[in-house]
């Protein structure tokens, strides 16, 4: 289905939009096909889910901006972008706006996690295998910092020929939150003239 999706410049692009029956899990994930079709290697952005930062803006995490520049970066070269409805890494909404708190009385964002019960990332990348193969996409450029998910893609038959890194958006509020994902997360996150974040302490 054609979907007209708005750029961070103010142009736009068309999109097309796909949905999935049979998917492992049984949620309503989409996926948006963006640019050129059909290129050798598409790149592929897989984006869990974020209500406060996709959607209201929140600058407590970097998933706002990420998805923003996922959506600029296939379009012109052609892939897909994976909307995962795994919020809060896998937790939920509620869940994630309760670690918010225990993050604000000192913990970091995985130990928040861990703290109420869940593991420090629940997701889950079985279903992105899906509904790749289901595309058509058996190998791919990963537009990712996150190890973890070219690994889950790779064991559920993804050729990932490479990962792609995003670019770091860093801000006062959201500092520490990176250098979690960079620290217990494993995140390949660059600094302007190469350098990765690294976690304090």
Partial sequence: M????????????EARLFTFDGLRDGREHVALALGPSDPDVPLVRVHSEC??????????????PQLQEAVDRISRVGGF???????????????????????????????ANVALGYGE?????????????????????????????????RAAGIGVARRVPTGLHL????????????GRGGHRLFLPGGSTLTPRG
Wanted: glycine content about 10%; hydrophobic content about 35%; proline content about 4%.
């Fill in 121 to 153: 990332d629940d997701r889950d990348y079985t279903v992105a295998a899906q509904m790749l193969l289901g595309l058509g996409a058996d190998r791919i450029d990963l537009l990712s910092n996150n190890p973890d998910k070219a690994d889950q893609l």
């Fill in 171 to 182: 801000s006062p509020v959201n500092a520490d939150y990176l250098a979690a994902k960079a």
């Fill in 81 to 111: 972008l994976l909307y995962l409805r795994q919020e809060g890494r896998g937790i939920g909404l509620y869940n994630k706006v309760d670690a918010y708190a225990l993050q604000d009385a000192g913990l970091d964002t995985y130990e």
């Fill in 51 to 64: 209500l406060t930062g996709d959607v209201l803006g929140s600058e407590r995490c970097d998933c706002g």
């Fill in 2 to 13: 054609p979907l007209p999706v708005r750029l961070r410049d103010g142009s736009s692009v």
